[in-house]
């Protein structure tokens, strides 16, 4: 028994001794393959280490072997562009070089030449001077004198053709400057009528408008002194008067009494005051307003009231604020083209007609009261000369009372500007044909372009190129004594020869 446990108990040592002997030697085979593994590792990372560094050297012997290259190419290029320019330079030296032995050859020869000039020009004075029997100086003189007389008719020519020149000049830049002013004009045009329309909320107030037995609108009327026309167009009432002023001021008034409701004689002549007041506040609104907007400045408080009153005035349908205030922008414009005084343009072309306002307070016509209006409260004399001149009353004593007289025609007479009844036309039109039938040699007559052109055909025996002219000039006198029309009218007359024959 004992000897079986010493055996187990040797195979056990004998065991446990073998598995330590095999645990020790394979933890040295562990390390020794670590350590291959990691020399290998090693080995690995250094190969690829030199091959990259021998790439990139490789990389950069290459890159430097292009730079080389280009940097070659470029010294070749530049080596040829300096070769070209060289030869250019050559050339260029060369031709030099032939030009100035030309121009030496050329001065030479022209030396020559003056000198055989003067040899000929003695030898011809000489000969001159022995055939004409005169002595140089004598001769000089007598050469002097007709190339005065020569220089006198060519000067005398050439002033004619200058002065002719300057006229056509004269009236193309005229056209331009008259036409520049217009086309940087672009005023609106309103019809102006002697009646106004007052809208009712309804027809009950008609009655209201009348009262009883018709107080209301007595009173109305005596306050106002315009016409109230109460007829069956619906919701409508309408105040008829020739003066601006106190149709606007009753419009104003009826206006209020309609919103208020309050319709008695009492109210009515409240209302009517307090309306006057309002509209003589926008009388001389407007007129400072049309002073600011001309840009003038220093005038009298009266004119600027005299201004805004024009507001409510109207010729041949045409409102005469908006047509001074045009006026005087055209005739500012213009100035400024010719470098004259724009203050002074600008000012009498919003005054030129003023005296329209007081021609139906004062006689006289309206140039004359402008005239006094002017002259009353201390106007300058230019100013004072264009509205006594604008219709050629008095000479023209400056250049800016012609401007504003043509900056007067020019709105006056342009399309849409002015308005007239259909009647007063076409009795217009007739008037000026039968003006121009009455000379003799009249065949036909035509007015055209609204009234503003005429043309009379005349007959080539009876009338002849000479007296065409003298029958225009005929007709238009005739037209001006006897007609009153805005702006102006063109006279044309026709003369017309036919020359007719056969073949055969």
């Known amino acids: 028994m004992a000897t079986w446990i010493g055996m187990i108990a040797a195979v056990l040592s004998g065991g446990f001794a073998v598995g330590a002997a095999f645990y020790i030697i394979g933890r040295r085979l562990e390390r020794r393959a670590a350590a291959a593994a990691t020399a290998a590792a090693a080995l690995e990372a250094t190969r690829r280490m030199e091959e990259a560094r021998d790439r990139l050297t490789i990389e950069a012997k290459q890159e430097q072997l292009r730079a080389v290259e280009r940097v070659e190419r470029g010294m070749a290029s530049l080596r040829s562009e300096i070769e070209k320019r060289e030869a250019a330079l050559d050339r260029e030296k060369q031709s030099f070089s032939d030009r100035e032995r030309d121009f030496s050859r050329r001065e030479q020869s022209l030396k020559d030449r003056d000198k055989n000039l003067a040899a000929r020009e003695q030898d011809v004075r000489t000969q001159l001077e022995r055939v004409a029997g005169l002595s140089a100086a004598e001769a000089k003189e007598e050469l002097k004198r007709r190339l005065e007389e ?11 053709d200058i002065r002719e020149q300057a006229k056509k000049s004269a009236d193309r830049e005229a056209k331009k400057i008259v036409a520049t002013a217009i086309q940087r004009i672009a005023a609106e045009e309103t019809a102006e009528t002697t009646v106004a329309a007052v809208a009712l909320p309804s027809d009950e107030m008609k009655g209201r408008i009348i009262g009883r037995e ?51 004689p009492g109210r009515i002549e409240e209302t009517v005051r307090k309306a006057q007041a309002e509209v003589d506040a926008s009388i001389v609104e407007a007129g400072e307003r049309a002073v600011y907007e001309t840009g003038l400045k220093g005038m009298h408080p009266e004119l600027v009231k005299l201004v805004g009153r024009m507001k409510y005035r109207t010729s041949y349908g045409q409102n005469i604020l908006a047509h001074s205030k045009e006026v005087a922008w055209l005739a500012g414009m213009m100035a400024a083209e010719l470098k004259l005084d724009i203050h002074l343009a600008k000012r009498g072309a919003l005054l030129h007609d003023v005296g329209k ?23 300058h004399p230019v100013v004072i000369n264009c509205i006594a001149a604008h219709h050629d009353d008095v000479p023209h004593d400056s250049a800016i009372s012609v401007i504003v007289q043509a900056a007067d025609a020019i709105s006056g007479s342009r399309p849409g500007a002015r308005r007239e009844a259909f009647d007063t036309y076409v009795k217009r039109l007739t008037a000026i044909e039968q003006i121009a039938s009455q000379f003799p ?10 009234g503003r052109e005429v043309r009379a055909v005349v007959s080539p025996t009876a009338v002849d ?7 225009a ?19 044309v007359v026709i003369r017309e020869t036919r020359a007719v024959d056969y073949a055969k």
Do not use: M, W
């Open 150 to 160: 020569e220089a006198r008719g060519e000067a005398a020519a050439l002033l004619r």
């Open 214 to 264: 018709g107080r209301n609108i007595r009173a109305f009327e005596a306050a106002t002194g315009v016409d109230v026309i109460i007829d069956d167009t619906p919701d409508t009432v309408v105040i008829s008067c020739f003066e601006p002023v106190r149709r606007e001021a009753a419009r104003l008034a009826l206006e209020r009494l309609i919103a208020d409701g309050r319709i008695q």
């Open 357 to 379: 306002v007081l021609t139906h307070e004062h006689e006289g016509t309206h140039v004359q009261l402008g005239v006094e209006v002017a002259t009353k409260y201390g106007e």
């Open 441 to 450: 040699g009249v065949e036909k007559v035509y007015a055209i372009q609204a």
């Open 465 to 471: 190129d000479t007296s065409a002219t003298a029958l």
């Open 473 to 491: 000039d005929q007709i238009s006198r005739k037209i001006e004594s006897e007609l009153q029309y805005p702006g102006q009218i063109k006279v």
